[in-house]
């Protein structure tokens, strides 16, 4: 039986291939376009996650895991020759650390000493800052010069002051003795010490914070100073209301930057005792720290468990620091509405 074929096409063109399913190939692997197109997506929405994910892995290793760690170590009691070995105390280091006068006179003298050394610091930093801004001959000279302090090392520093400050052949002394007044016993006298540990922060913090504000002041618009002149502004008065206002949040950096420095202090007071005086702050704690204790309760008298408490405190203190600062930055930036007219 004979079968019929189909007809082919007028004009002897052949049947249109069937259309194959977008983005495939004739093998049904996805066309180049489709390729380019997801690399495109991966590109955009993966590689940035993988440029920034060392720093996240590095804080996570070296900075929450020891954070979270020293938290759990604060709720247990642990001695610095078994760490191993510990017993659940629940919040009872941290009820017996706010019970401790040894902790409230670390807490008072870090307040102290953070404001004798930041607020004449801060002030001394604006006013050099006020000076560099100015076209002087050897500029680069004198601003190399005053962050030589913020390069020296901690020990080189509190070893030169702590003879500087020495009671019977410091140069200090001698200096007073020119005047008639008789020498000062700094290490062993509470104001004293606290003043010459003072003196060690100031000079190594100065330059460095002068830096920050030069750098601020050179941002301004020198037109807001050309129309201070034009309306009679004096120097004092440019300085005033040009230069302060344009680098307030400079300046509310610093304070926090230096807040943040006053709460850590350690080497400096540490080596001004020379020697065991200087983990307890004198022989009466007269200027024993918050990072003194943390170490004194560490590594003196091996109480793991009371030190991690003394740790989270500071770290606790910091974030009501930062708080306020926002607290402050937001109250600084709001303008006063003008009263509505009916």
Same mark, same amino acid.
């Given at each position: 039986?004979?079968?019929?074929?189909?007809?082919?096409?007028?004009?002897?063109?052949?049947?249109?291939?069937?259309?194959?399913?977008?983005?495939?190939?004739?093998?049904?692997?996805?066309?180049?376009?489709?390729?380019?197109?997801?690399?495109?997506?991966?590109?955009?929405?993966?590689?940035?996650?993988? &440029?920034?994910?060392? #720093?996240?892995? $590095?804080?996570?290793?070296? /900075? =929450?895991?020891?954070?979270?760690?020293?938290? %759990?170590? !604060?709720?247990?009691?642990?001695?610095?020759?078994?760490?191993?070995?510990?017993?659940?105390?629940?919040?009872?280091?941290?009820?017996?650390?706010?019970?401790?006068?040894?902790?409230?006179?670390?807490?008072?003298?870090?307040?102290?000493?953070?404001?004798?050394?930041?607020?004449?610091?801060?002030?001394?930093?604006?006013?050099?800052?006020?000076?560099?801004?100015?076209?002087?001959?050897?500029?680069?000279?004198?601003?190399?010069?005053?962050?030589?302090?913020?390069?020296?090392?901690?020990?080189?520093?509190?070893?030169?002051?702590?003879?500087? &400050?020495?009671?019977? #052949?410091?140069? $200090?002394?001698?200096?007073? /003795? =020119?005047?008639?007044?008789?020498?000062?016993? %700094?290490? !062993?006298?509470?104001?004293?010490?606290?003043?010459?540990?003072?003196?060690?922060?100031?000079?190594?913090?100065?330059?460095?914070?002068?830096?920050?504000?030069?750098?601020?002041?050179?941002?301004?618009?020198?037109?807001?100073?050309?129309?201070?002149?034009?309306?009679?502004?004096?120097?004092?008065?440019?300085?005033?209301?040009?230069?302060?206002?344009?680098?307030?949040?400079?300046?509310?950096?610093?304070?926090?930057?230096?807040?943040?420095?006053?709460?850590?202090?350690?080497?400096?007071?540490?080596?001004?005792?020379?020697?065991?005086?200087?983990?307890?702050?004198?022989?009466?704690?007269?200027?024993?720290?918050? /990072? =003194?204790?943390?170490?004194?309760?560490?590594?003196?008298?091996?109480?793991?468990?009371?030190?991690?408490?003394?740790?989270?405190?500071?770290?606790?203190?910091?974030?009501?620091?930062?708080?306020?600062?926002?607290?402050?930055?937001?109250?600084?930036?709001?303008?006063?509405?003008?009263?509505?007219?009916?």
């Amino acid at each position: 039986m004979a079968t019929s074929s189909p007809a082919a096409p007028t004009g002897g063109q052949p049947h249109p291939a069937p259309a194959r399913p977008p983005g495939k190939g004739a093998g049904g692997e996805p066309s180049h376009q489709a390729r380019r197109t997801l690399l495109h997506r991966l590109d955009l929405g993966t590689v940035p996650y993988a &440029f920034i994910a060392p #720093f996240f892995l $590095i804080f996570a290793a070296f /900075g =929450l895991y020891p954070l979270l760690y020293t938290f %759990w170590i !604060s709720l247990h009691r642990v001695e610095l020759s078994s760490m191993d070995t510990q017993e659940w105390r629940g919040l009872a280091n941290f009820t017996e650390l706010f019970e401790d006068e040894r902790f409230w006179n670390a807490l008072t003298n870090t307040f102290t000493i953070g404001v004798i050394s930041t607020v004449p610091q801060l002030l001394m930093a604006l006013g050099l800052a006020h000076l560099l801004n100015y076209r002087l001959r050897g500029s680069t000279f004198f601003r190399v010069a005053v962050l030589t302090p913020y390069a020296t090392s901690i020990g080189a520093a509190a070893l030169v002051f702590t003879m500087l &400050f020495e009671r019977d #052949f410091g140069m $200090i002394n001698w200096g007073l /003795g =020119l005047f008639g007044i008789d020498g000062l016993d %700094w290490e !062993s006298q509470k104001w004293p010490a606290q003043f010459a540990i003072s003196t060690i922060v100031i000079w190594r913090w100065t330059g460095y914070n002068a830096l920050l504000y030069l750098a601020a002041m050179q941002a301004i618009p020198r037109d807001l100073y050309e129309a201070a002149a034009i309306d009679g502004a004096s120097r004092w008065q440019q300085f005033r209301t040009v230069t302060v206002p344009g680098i307030s949040a400079t300046i509310i950096f610093t304070i926090v930057l230096s807040t943040i420095g006053a709460t850590q202090l350690f080497g400096e007071p540490l080596i001004f005792g020379q020697g065991p005086n200087g983990i307890s702050g004198g022989a009466d704690n007269q200027y024993q720290t918050l /990072g =003194l204790l943390l170490y004194e309760e560490g590594w003196k008298n091996y109480q793991m468990g009371r030190a991690s408490a003394i740790a989270w405190a500071m770290f606790l203190i910091l974030l009501l620091v930062f708080v306020l600062q926002r607290v402050l930055a937001r109250v600084t930036s709001r303008t006063p509405r003008e009263p509505r007219t009916s």
